[in-house]
């Protein structure tokens, strides 16, 4: 079974930039989609932006522009840069993989952005 192991989140101030790191017990190319989500205190988790097999990327619209998912198959990494952080980009960060045999879940790292 795979793992994922989300690393990097930190406290920021608003404004400021943060680097999210996924790292993949697998090759990233077993999985059809790899993709962020996150969830504040009190809400459901949300997407943040994925990237599929093929290389095209897909970002909700709180974070268009702002954000950027890539990957790095060497590493086996999956990374998610955020500039221009907010407060309400506060919430714990996860790394998602999914396949038509499932979806793989990693156990979060929180972010906090002070305003």
């Known amino acids: 079974q795979v793992q994922l192991v989300e690393s990097g989140g930190d406290l920021v101030q608003a404004g400021g930039s943060l680097r999210l790191s996924c790292a993949v017990s697998r090759s990233i190319l077993n999985y059809a989609v790899m993709g962020w989500y996150r969830q504040g205190a009190g809400r459901q988790r949300e997407f943040v932006a994925n990237i599929l097999r093929g290389g095209s990327t897909d970002y909700s619209d709180s974070v268009k522009g702002r954000f950027t998912i890539s990957r790095d198959f060497a590493e086996r990494t999956v990374y998610l840069q955020m500039n221009s952080l907010m407060p309400e980009d506060t919430a714990v960060y996860y790394c998602?993989?999914?396949?038509?045999?499932?979806?793989?879940w990693g156990q979060g790292t929180q972010v906090t952005v002070s305003s």
């Open positions: 998602n993989a999914a396949d038509t045999g499932g979806s793989w």
